[in-house]
């Protein structure tokens, strides 16, 4: 069958048995590969058009008021239909709502084959950004011309349908053969067309020559590192000033590259600053505000002494952002622009890599697939056709496809088996070996402190490294010295083993090495994981008892409203305490138990032939013992020992389930733990960020990362943006308090500035909140004066999402107000006019019962220091800094900041954070004057 009719509605709601009505009809009808026929029209809903669809398709009342009723339609539709295959983004939609309006107008409904084209776009484009109908189109360089209207959107689906099926085409035969057995539980009705593709491909001779084929899976060729002619390392220049000059000079080899690139005076200085530290072994902090150009400014200090050393730098970032920028943009122009060759190499952490024998293994296990994961699996069928590097940053996974992953990654390969076929094709492996060869690393703080704390020897081999996004480490750092442990990561790994169901794990071991039975019997095995389930269950839920019952002052909410509640096991109640001691025990006896059984396996297997199954299966084996070890001694250190130095608490959500609890530790004071393990390690390590001081000093970032003013060099690098003339920094003095019962009249205030502020400046605005709950009651009090159509309100945790997608979505709304928290105040880059106005709602101190701050606090206190000078403040300063650098990202952009908070003012405190940001013109009135003044300024 080749004809396609390809349909798209547009209505007047989304739930037809409720009353909603179709408003637009758009089709059409594909055959041979094109378009060859289309069908619009308006349809009378008889009812009125509700104003946010109208504000979204721009269809009025009038535009249908002499329209057909769909009665009048209903044929044309079903004899378009007829032989044909329904195609739709989001098929389920548009068939349920045609087919609802279909038997109301003929009693019956239409009964075809259908695809849906998000499902097949993200199988046949995994690599894709995203699949709503106007991410695709901007994907493939289509033109969208009418979004949100039927016929625009039928044609724009049809036409990515037509490429779809000719990507799919072209797939090699194994990976068709092996969408052909996923097929049936998908959405789409693929069979008889993968059938057909398989008949085609079964006698032809040519075969695609940039794949490979193993074991049956179609894997893109990767061709061994071409040998590099190391004269072309080489650099002529008698030293770095003279290379730094040639490089950034007007008419320098970046701007015969680069032909927009400005020379900035600050990435001088920071290049030199660096190079400086490397040559006399030091470590270094440099802050550089928005604008120096800092990725320039250490990329070529790092890429000069790693050719004229013949060694390797080290770059650790903390988002994949930053990453990107590096790998795509920056790395390849200094590989275009710079005289000399060198190479470059990304390093994640084992999880991010696809581990194929582990994918081969599950690929052929179906018998727990949900649609998620037949879902993940196509999708990785055709990336494997695609992919180099087998980064999972590369490709969407649906959601229960990244619980999934976590069963296919490297990491869950436990120790490498030079043995296995795939460990030639391991992309882990291949990432690691063109790491060794690389003058320059890229990695994230996340690595660089596993590899620390376990000594893995990643980080060891280099002797300088740069720290970007520095204010990040130790957090990170602390995270990887603490420990968690949770109900739901424990419940994984003992389903992940599971017992005595066809295709789980230990079944599957236990069939494929029948004499091992004689030792572990798998009645006996599942007697063991129930009893753990039931144990577990038990202890996590008295802890949950326990904390919902707490209302002192170590109680705090989170940014993503969970309880938090600090314990010190030794002033715990000690019936509690103890009875929490005896459950942990009798956990651990049964894990010690399973712990047993799994030993007995591998002294079963060793007695085996050596062969690649036995070989895995002791991978497997010493994979899963070596994580209930983990649970074990996080378990012990967690609720029994009372004397690791660790601040500890327990999260739960107030209405989740009653096991849903977190337990967590890190160490008071990362500092001390950094130096040892890294610092006094290294020739030289320079941090940089553009929040690094507070008032002009280190001296808070040196002691939080136990290094000295003597032995670091410290550099302050100013923006060259013009901040007097592009910001005005706006605080009402009228504002009401916020203290005692008065949070409902500070929030009434915030949303009428809100208002007000977004009526001058068109929306285009971002509100920052130090509380997710403060974030949720002004975007409700918001919605209820405001106009519906007036202004699009986006709002995270609200709004559904990533960060990403939020961003995006308030791009590409005219009149639009984003709020955010916490991962907002960082790493938002919306340059232009598409952000004109800040919203800062309170000034950004920690919650003094977080439990971090609370113990860091105590600590200090017990110094005979001031917490609130000492730690709360810097941190709050920083923060504040981080959250002003969301407005101006470039030289030509203007903007307000408006600070709800009047503390900047008024309290002592309140000038570190105007002397920690760049000179801006300070307007404090009331709110009435300054958005008079606000008015005039723009």
């Not at 296919?408 to 690691?432: D, H, L, V």
């Not at 007995?600 to 070989?615: L, W």
């Not at 608490?649 to 989740?656: T, V």
Request: with cysteine; net charge negative; hydrophobic share 40%.
């Amino acid at each position: 069958m080749d004809k396609f009719v390809v349909v798209d509605l547009e209505t007047t709601g989304h739930a037809p048995k409720k009353g909603d009505k179709i408003i637009e009809v758009g089709i059409v009808l594909i055959q041979g590969g094109q378009i060859v026929d289309q069908f619009k029209s308006f349809v009378n809903p008889e009812q009125p058009i509700p104003a946010f669809i109208t504000q979204l398709t721009s269809i009025t009342d009038d535009d249908v008021k002499g329209a057909p009723l769909f009665t009048e339609i209903a044929d044309t539709i079903i004899s378009m239909c007829e032989g044909a295959y329904f195609v739709a983004h989001h098929a389920e939609f548009d068939l349920g709502f045609l087919n609802h309006a279909v038997q109301d107008a003929r009693g019956f409904t239409l009964q075809m084959p259908v695809i849906d084209t998000v499902e097949l776009a993200r199988i046949f484009m995994p690599q894709a950004p995203g699949y709503k109908l106007s991410q695709l189109s901007d994907y493939l360089h289509m033109k969208h011309s009418n979004p949100h209207r039927a016929l625009s959107d039928a044609t724009v689906t049809g036409e990515i349908f037509i490429q779809l099926l000719h990507k799919g085409k072209q797939l090699p035969y194994e990976t068709i053969d092996q969408l052909m057995r996923l097929q049936g539980k998908l959405k789409s009705d693929m069979g008889d067309i993968f059938q057909s593709w398989l008949n085609e491909k079964a006698f032809a001779i040519e075969e695609r020559s940039d794949l490979e084929i193993v074991r049956g899976l179609a894997l893109k060729r990767v061709e061994d590192d071409a040998e590099v002619n190391e004269d072309s390392m080489e650099l002529s220049t008698e030293g770095f000033a003279p290379f730094l000059e040639e490089v950034l000079r007007p008419g320098g080899q970046l701007e015969q590259t680069l032909h927009t690139f400005e020379e900035r005076p600050g990435q001088r200085e920071m290049a030199t600053t660096i190079y400086d530290a490397y040559q006399s072994q030091q470590h270094g902090l440099v802050e550089a505000e928005t604008g120096t150009g800092k990725s320039l400014a250490y990329l070529l200090p790092s890429i000069y002494e790693a050719i004229t050393t013949k060694s390797s730098v080290m770059i650790s970032t903390y988002t994949t952002q930053l990453q990107t920028q590096l790998l795509d943009k920056e790395i390849p122009m200094l590989q275009q622009a710079l005289p000399c060759s060198f190479r470059s190499a990304l390093l994640k952490g084992k999880q991010h890599y696809l581990s194929l024998q582990k994918f081969e293994y599950e690929l052929f296990s179906t018998y727990l697939d949900n649609y998620d994961i037949v879902l993940t699996k196509c999708m990785i069928l055709v990336w494997l056709t695609e992919t180099t590097t087998g980064d999972v940053d590369e490709i969407q996974l649906p959601s229960s496809g990244a619980i999934f992953w976590r069963k296919i990654s490297a990491e869950a390969e436990g120790y490498p088996n030079p043995k296995s076929p795939w460990f030639m094709k391991s992309f882990y492996q291949r990432a690691k070996k063109q790491a060794e060869k690389a003058h320059i690393v890229i990695t994230n703080h996340s690595l660089l402190c596993t590899d620390i704390i376990h000594q893995y020897g990643l980080v060891q081999s280099y002797p300088k490294v740069i720290i970007d996004e520095a204010h990040h480490l130790e957090k990170v750092a602390a995270k990887h010295f603490g420990l968690k442990l949770d109900y739901v990561s424990l419940q994984y790994l003992l389903n992940g083993m599971g017992g005595n169901n066809p295709g789980e794990w230990m079944h599957s071991l236990l069939t494929a090495n029948t004499h091992i039975a004689l030792k572990v019997s798998i009645r006996k095995w599942d007697g063991c994981i129930q009893s753990i389930k039931e144990e577990a269950d038990d202890l996590f839920r008295y802890l949950f008892t326990y904390v919902s019952k707490q209302r002192d002052a170590n109680i705090s909410f989170n940014d993503v409203g969970r309880y938090q509640y600090r314990y010190e096991p030794a002033k715990e109640s000690s019936r509690v305490w103890s009875t929490v001691k005896e459950m942990a025990g009798r956990l651990t006896f049964q894990l010690k138990d399973a712990i047993t059984m799994l030993e007995q396996c591998k002294q079963g297997i060793h007695t085996q032939e050596d062969s690649e199954e036995t070989s895995k299966w002791l991978e497997d084996i010493q994979m899963y013992v070596d994580r209930i070890r983990d649970t074990i001694d996080a378990m012990y250190y967690l609720l029994v020992d009372e004397g690791e130095p660790l601040v500890k608490w327990i999260e739960l959500e107030a209405q989740g389930a009653k096991n849903a609890v977190f337990l967590y530790s890190e160490p008071i004071e990362v500092g001390p733990l950094l130096k040892e393990a890294f610092f006094e390690h290294k020739e030289s390590v320079v941090l940089t960020s553009a929040t690094l001081t507070m008032n002009e000093s280190f001296a808070f970032m040196l002691e939080r990362l136990g290094l000295s003013k003597e032995e670091t060099i410290q550099r302050k690098i100013a923006s060259p943006f013009n901040y007097n003339e592009q910001v005005q920094l706006l605080v009402p003095n009228d504002f009401p308090s916020i203290k005692g019962h008065n949070q409902e009249d500070f929030i009434h205030a915030t949303c009428e500035a809100i208002y007000s502020l977004a009526t001058l400046t068109k929306g285009r605005m971002l509100v920052l909140f130090t509380s997710y709950e403060m974030l949720k009651k002004t975007y409700y009090v918001m919605k209820e004066f405001m106009d519906i159509d007036e202004f699009m309100l986006i709002a995270q945790g609200v709004s559904s999402g990533s960060r990403t997608r939020l961003i995006k979505n308030f791009q590409a709304f005219d009149h639009a107000i984003l709020f955010g928290t916490s991962s907002f105040w960082e790493g938002v880059d919306i340059p232009g006019d598409d952000l004109t106005s800040l919203v800062i709602v309170r000034l950004p101190f920690q919650p003094p019962n977080h439990p971090v701050y609370q113990a860091k606090a105590e600590k200090i206190k017990g110094q005979e220091k001031n917490p609130f000078m000492a730690l709360s403040l810097p941190n709050a300063v920083i923060r504040f800094k981080q959250g002003f650098g969301r407005l101006i990202r470039s030289s030509t952009d203007r903007g307000l900041v408006f600070v709800c908070d009047d503390r900047l003012m008024k309290a002592k405190y309140g000038k570190y954070f105007i002397q920690s940001i760049p000179k801006v013109p300070v307007h404090y009135a009331s709110t009435h004057d300054i958005l008079q003044k606000a008015e005039q300024w723009l």
